[in-house]
């Protein structure tokens, strides 16, 4: 128990030093971009809102100390229902008109208009959560756009989910990779693949709920319907063998439980909606990934309170659920995903972790928003909405202001999970103090003496060991140096014969 209690933190990345140095995507700053189009395209843009025709366009990249200029780009609307928006989100494509280009590396970008979101900073802080518990990182950053030199407003710039992207993440591009909208449930409706293939999405813009965006001549979707049809089967012990071989369980539990901890109720688990399934030619498994991630952090539009909405028990029951049912109904499985929640809770969403990420966000792009006239234009939000959405309620489908909904959100976790889940901060096998904290130089611990000596670690939030130490047994207290260690939250693990005791560190 205590190496995995230990080894569980291994792939979570702390916010600090978490993100790209990619120009593109490089989120320390607010860069600009610049469409430059015929007014005729545009107006075609704008008012036929279904179609995903590419119009010819000149890209510019401008991140303040240089500025690129890319002719002949493609330009059009994305999105599902903010298609409909006043403020409009948009794809660019560098290579529409000029075939295998790439701006960066990257063949297409996507600019998200965030118009549900007074805050705009929801879909922004759920990918640096997904990359901060060690899933496949979708780059993003925060751009101004402009349009014929007309300012749009401030936009999310998201890296495309496609070939480049799976290189990049999971170092094999040639796999099956579906998107999966609604009503993409997994339910088993039998053996024939066209079955699924005939399945409609309920996006606007119509299509496949199971649409494969790769290999799409050979259109073969025999390795969807093996495991729709394996999770048709009784979970037993046979089901957790071979489920782990057709699904990486592990990134599977660890994005349920960060869809759980974020109030991301647009996903599977509840609304059958919004991920993506990779099936990796090198390991044979599928990876889940969520996207589409803005109805967050206390959004909510089907009157639901997703602040203290049960973590054990968050799937929606009556409509078929297969992935979550049978897989949290494995009690290996079941287990490993409430260490998942309770870590999340404890180093990813803790106020004490991510407020200073969030306040970062929020004055990195407040010039930007402010002047952003189109944000006002769906639901009329003010400056002080901007302001306010980070710490208040402001309309009926923001109910939470992101920081209230965390501090709900991680108490409530941590109040339904078991006794049986991962011991974790506040949780003592020991009584232990530690003083002074936030501590500079040296910090000291305090607990009773040990008996049989304990063994104790710092690490840091991605789980690399920082400090190693040993606790005589005849010792009621310890001093330790924290001196050399990079100012931010820590762990602080100790064990002994009881059990492990863990502490959060914050060095100066």
Known sequence: MKTFFIALFVSFIPFAGLFSQETLFDDSRVSSVYIEISPDSLELIMTDVLSDHYFMATFIFDDGAGRDTIPDAGFRLRGNTSRLAEKKSFKVSFNEYAPGRRYQGVKKINL???HNDPTMVR???FYDT???????????????????QA????????????????ERVFGADSGNLYKCTYPADLNYLGANP?????????????GRAYDLQTNEAEDDYTDLVELITLLHQPADSVFEIQIAQKINVDGLLKAFALDVATGNWDDYMYNKNNYFLYHHPGTGRFEFISYDTDNTFGVDWVDRDWA??????????????PLAEKILS?????????RYLDTIARTVIHPDVIFPHIDSLKVLITEAAIADAYRTLDYGYTIGDFVNGFTETIDDHTPYGIKPFLTTRYTTILQQLPATAIPGEGQDMISLSIYPNPADDLVTLSAPPPGNGRQGYILD????????FTWDKTEAELTLSVAGLIPGVYLLLVADDKGVTTRRLVKK
């Not at 780059?139 to 349009?147: A, P």
């Not at 203290?308 to 029951?317: A, E, F, Q, S």
């Open 194 to 206: 066209q079955t699924y293939k005939n399945i409609e999405s309920s996006s606007v813009t119509g």
């Open 308 to 321: 203290t909405r049960n973590c054990l028990d968050w799937y929606k029951h009556g409509d078929p659920r």
């Open 123 to 125: 879909e922004k802080l």
């Open 330 to 338: 494995v009690p290996a499985f079941m287990q490993k995903y409430q």
């Open 151 to 166: 300012y749009f407003g401030l936009y999310t710039n998201l890296e495309e989910f496609d070939k480049d992207w799976l």
């Open 130 to 148: 997904w990359k901060s518990v060690g899933l496949a990182e979708r780059r993003t950053c925060f751009v101004r756009l402009y349009i014929n």
């Open 461 to 468: 939030m991605t789980g690399r060991k920082q400090r190693s």
């Open 112 to 114: 998200n208009g965030q």
